[in-house]
């Protein structure tokens, strides 16, 4: 049995990437950690509570009341409250790191994997509340079997949370960046474009690969079409990178201003 699989998508800018769906080993392994980190975030919180409470002299025996029979004796309305907020902590993790990590917890980002949308878009907070609100139902019956199950069963090995929110999640590939393959993609590259650390920290992983992926391949298409597709993917990373152009780009000043942008971000990339 195979435990990853490979995906083909069309990214909007109209280019085939291949990727490799995680499986249930990263997966689960991604999870475990997460949970470490989880239950070590609720005893911090559950400790700083507690101290709290005793400031507050909650739980005293000499107090007076009925506050003391209400902490000492907690009703259930009390133990509702305390498992909804361990549920919002947890929920809230998820959310938090796979929106500004996008897609990536610590324990995916360990594991080498990251979610995604079907069609190769980043998570957005609606597709990362839906995947991560769904979780808590993967533990039907128990420990995580349905979520199993269904990563074991379904062709893109999604949990019920991915199926929800229309994601997928995908092993990132280490790619070595080293002076052959990028010299070969930015044989086009000038001076002319130059970017910031800050511009290109507006760019993720999966923009770096379409870029590669059009400079690898454009030479095999009629010379109209790759211009219009180049006029096209630079529009869309001069408003992501927040670029400032000074001239209209033409066809070849597109693939010059899109090698230029690969060159450096995997310059950035190897002093990270």
């Given at each position: 049995m195979r435990w990853t699989d490979e995906m083909r998508i069309e990214t909007p800018e109209q280019i085939e990437v291949d990727l490799e769906l995680a499986g249930l080993g990263s997966r689960f392994l991604a999870q475990l950690i997460d949970w470490c980190w989880k239950l070590f975030i609720t005893f911090i919180l559950g400790v700083l509570a507690a101290i709290i409470a005793g400031l507050a002299g909650f739980g005293g025996r000499g107090g007076r009341g009925r506050g003391d029979d209400l902490f000492d004796n907690p009703p259930a309305l009390v133990i509702a409250v305390v498992i909804a907020a361990i549920y919002i902590i947890w929920f809230t993790y998820g959310v938090f790191f796979e929106i500004r990590w996008n897609g990536q917890t610590p324990g995916k980002r360990a594991a080498g994997i990251r979610v995604i949308q079907v069609g190769g878009a980043p998570l957005d907070f609606r597709t990362a509340g839906i995947?991560?609100?769904?979780?808590v139902a993967d533990f039907i019956p128990v420990f995580y079997i349905l979520g199993a199950v269904l990563i074991?069963?379904?062709?893109?090995?999604q949990r019920l949370g991915d199926l929800a929110a229309g994601t997928i999640v995908v092993r990132e590939r280490a790619e070595i960046l080293g002076p052959d393959s990028t010299d070969e993609l930015t044989e086009h590259a000038t001076g002319e474009y130059r970017f910031t650390p800050l511009q290109l920290?507006?760019?993720?992983?999966?923009?770096?690969?379409?870029?590669?992926?059009?400079?690898?391949?454009?030479?095999?298409?009629?010379?109209?079409?790759?211009?219009?597709?180049a006029q096209k993917m630079a529009d869309t990373f001069v408003q992501k990178t927040g670029y400032e152009l000074t001239d209209y780009l033409d066809g070849t000043d597109a693939r010059a201003f899109l090698a230029s942008l690969l060159r450096d971000l995997d310059e950035k990339l190897r002093h990270d």
């Open positions: 995947r991560n609100l769904m979780a074991l069963l379904t062709d893109r090995k920290s507006a760019l993720t992983r999966n923009d770096r690969m379409v870029i590669r992926e059009f400079l690898r391949r454009y030479d095999g298409m009629d010379r109209r079409s790759w211009q219009r597709l």
